[in-house]
């Protein structure tokens, strides 16, 4: 479900805006690799920390593991 709403959201801006992402994706590929990998790590950290609070999951649930 959630790679789905990924993908119908990119494809959304894709749509909306094709120059808007051309600017971003040529920007993206002259960006240090290791910039990228922190704005990546800290996305995934963000990421699974806002399902995680969605789900409605907190400490307990680690300890009860």
Do not use: H
């Amino acid at each position: 479900a959630a790679l789905g709403l990924m993908l119908a959201l990119e494809g959304a801006l894709y749509a909306a805006a094709p120059e808007f992402m051309k600017n971003v994706l040529s920007r993206a590929a002259e960006t240090p690799d290791n910039a990228l990998r922190w704005g990546g790590l800290g996305a995934l950290v963000l990421g699974v920390a806002l399902v995680w609070a969605v789900r409605g999951c907190s400490v307990r649930c680690i300890t009860e593991a």
